[in-house]
């Protein structure tokens, strides 16, 4: 498995690189969290295009960076939310926090 990790790439988007699981998601969250307090931008965008597998954790780390941005008074989009994702989040009944703009 490779490592996952979540980095700022400038203009307030935040990209997150490799597999969203129960082993990664602490850290990711942990990074997250201080990336977007740490971010001066008022809309954020979460790069979801080089997650290469996720699980539910996945899913319950982009609700929880929606939470810390909202709390921050900042928006958020999501861009290239991959297939397994989509398909957690509409079974979820979650597919509206989660439409491509």
Known sequence: M??????????????????????????????????????????LVLDCSAVEKSSSVGLALLLAFMRDAQAAGKSVSVRALPEDMREIAQVSGLTELFEQH
């Open 2 to 43: 490779s490592e996952a990790c979540i980095t700022a790439v400038g203009g307030g988007e935040l990209k997150l690189f490799g597999v969203l699981d129960y082993r990664t998601g602490p850290a990711l969250r942990e990074q997250g969290a201080d990336l977007i307090k740490a971010s001066d931008a008022s809309a």
